[in-house]
């Protein structure tokens, strides 16, 4: 299952996609961390067609995990060389600049 989360701002919407498993779990590897909270990323369980459709319009994403990064991609928004993982937890940010 998938999570999404989006955050209304002033400027524009922040959307924060995340497997389920993940949700209260924090990584650290190097100089890295990575905490997934329920503030954040716990938001509505969404099909995978829905989530490239949102994903397809998005202007700021936060994905995590490798269920929700397989969606990043296939969304068109991320690439393989733009993933890091932390204690082998990927994770990718996309965002427009206008």
């Known amino acids: 299952m998938i ?4 955050h ?3 400027f524009r919407d922040v959307i924060a996609v995340c497997d389920s498993n993940l949700i209260g779990k924090k990584f650290e590897e190097k100089d890295l961390q990575l905490t997934i909270t329920e503030r954040f990323y716990k938001g509505e369980a969404m099909a995978e067609e829905k989530i490239i459709t949102l994903l397809e319009n998005a202007e700021n994403v936060n994905i995590v995990g490798k269920e929700s990064i397989k ?12 993933i ?6 990927p994770h990718a ?4 600049i206008e």
């Open 8 to 10: 209304k701002t002033k």
């Open 93 to 96: 940010q996309y965002a427009t």
């Open 3 to 6: 999570f999404v989360k989006i």
């Open 84 to 89: 890091i993982t932390i204690e082998g937890i």
């Open 71 to 82: 969606v990043g991609i296939k969304a068109g928004i991320i690439i393989k060389e733009n």
